[in-house]
């Protein structure tokens, strides 16, 4: 069950950072992230009022604000990379966050076999090569190189934080709805900042190619939703560093929607990183 709720969540937010890369070619970044956490917000509060969920709260949703705070800035911080870029350089190191939750996993007693352990280096591997590494000396900016790695770190830790916000089911909508929440006070809090220094909030179009991209929106901020609630889950019921590492395959996800949406042509580099993260998928799941 852990490895089935792991690998849902990579396909989820590999869909999900496939349409979000597709929005932000039309509308910027920034609005793209709160406009669909908003949904997710509304989406979340109707589940909470139903199930009753708000009565679970308790000190453990901190770790959701948490998860909240660190999320958008994480965010903004690779955005930023990848504007400095080159893509092929960001895009692989900003998967390293996988380290993270494997480390808390060792912290905490996880003590995966040996064929889980070579399962782990073969996947995290086959991950960065997925991203299409550029190997031939692509110039690279140290301000790209640490921004990258601050989003890293701070992915890496809403996949730690998240899991440890609840214990319930019921709970973890409480939880989801009060990271989605923080979201959305960051991320509009980092909007209103952007438009007071003259950045734009609109697309060229207006609000009406906004609310055109609605559908999408919604479908980008409640994949990630789910993603989160999938990751919190397999965490909970298994080893967290095989649960880390099988969520963490999503770069694959991304490439191949690339791939069958936009007949993006995979890299040599990237079809060994795909192929290599099936096999430390397997070695994870039978080990």
């Known amino acids: 069950m852990t490895a089935l709720f792991a690998l849902a969540t990579s396909l989820l937010w590999g869909l999900a950072d496939f349409g979000g890369g ?12 709160v406009v669909s956490q908003v949904l997710a917000v509304l989406v979340l509060g109707t589940i909470v009022l139903a199930t009753g969920a708000w009565t679970e709260a308790g000190p453990e949703l901190w770790y959701a604000v948490g998860a909240g705070v660190v999320g958008p800035a994480a965010m903004l911080a690779f955005y930023k990379a990848l504007a400095l870029g080159p893509m092929g350089v960001v895009s692989p190191l900003g998967s390293l966050g996988v380290v993270v939750p494997v480390s808390v996993g060792l912290l905490v007693g996880d003590r995966p076999g040996l064929l889980q352990f070579a399962g782990i280096a073969v996947a995290i591997l086959g991950v960065v090569l997925a991203g299409g590494p550029e190997l031939r000396g692509a110039p690279v900016q140290r301000q790209a190189v640490l921004l990258t790695l601050v989003a890293a770190f701070g992915f890496g830790s809403v996949m730690a934080l998240i899991a440890e916000a609840s214990t319930t089911v019921t709970g973890l909508f409480l939880a989801l709805f009060v990271q989605r929440v923080t979201n959305v006070v960051v991320g509009g809090g980092a909007l209103y900042a952007s438009v007071r220094r003259g950045g734009r909030a609109l697309p060229e179009g207006g609000r009406g190619v906004v609310r055109a991209a609605l559908p999408a929106l919604a479908f980008v901020g409640l994949a990630d939703v789910a993603a989160n609630g999938t990751y919190a889950i397999a965490a909970q019921q298994g080893p967290v560093t095989v649960a ?27 079809a060994a990183g795909a192929g290599l993260a099936l096999v430390g998928t397997v070695l994870l799941a039978t080990g």
């Open 244 to 270: 880390a590492v099988l969520a963490s395959l999503y770069p694959v996800v991304t490439a191949l929607a690339a791939r069958g949406v936009l007949k993006e042509r995979l890299r040599g580099i990237q």
């Open 22 to 33: 597709l929005l932000t070619r039309r509308i910027p970044a920034l609005t793209v992230v």
